[in-house]
């Protein structure tokens, strides 16, 4: 959160329409985003909300074989949820990690902790894009959820080699090549039962995979995700 002389020097604003509002978020968002929480029947495997509470998995997680076990994200990606993901992610709004790690936790705490992950790895940047950006959204996202439930964040296990294309230009099969080479585990010392990987947005999931196979790769048991949002499933 904005530490005390920030506050002095900028007035609050709300993280979603980004107006000026002493209380942060402003009535309007408040009920908008309330409404994109996912508490509703959600796939079992990747945590997207789904139409129907007898369907176990949405169309994706029925087609796509995961390396991933399970995965849960606050917030289905639609406005103003996006934008103001795009704002912690590319306009150094940094600050968001807070909010959004304590309303994480206060809706999915009791789940996270029965997964009881022993680290919380970070979908890590390239170097030159992380200089680039200044910061690790999903770095500093994994940071302050670690210190709420007091796990430790391991920034350094998982680094990425390849400073892979934007994903978004790409389909399905492509995003995953486009991964294949792109991570491996640097400190794979530790029998590690269970870990939580955290990254901004799932959005086909690919990069999430990657992750998991290369921790799975040097023994990983149980491989779990957490995201701010995801797309809506059917
Ligand atoms: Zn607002
Ligand atoms: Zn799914």
Redesign the pocket.
Known sequence: MKTKIQELLWPVTCPFCGKINQNGVCLSCTKKVEALLIRGP???????P?RYKEQE??????HIW?HYDRGISLWVHREPVSMSIYRFKYHNQRFYAGFYASKIVQEHGVLIRKWNPQVIVPVPLYPKRRRKRGYNQAEILAVEIGRILGITVAKKMVERVQNTRPQKMLDNRKRKQNLERAFVVRTASLKLKSVLVIDDIYTT?ATIDAVARVLKDVGVQKVYFLTISIGQ?Y
């Open positions: 959600r796939c079992l495997k990747c945590g997207k789904v998995y949405c169309y994706d997680c029925t995961h999931g499933g």
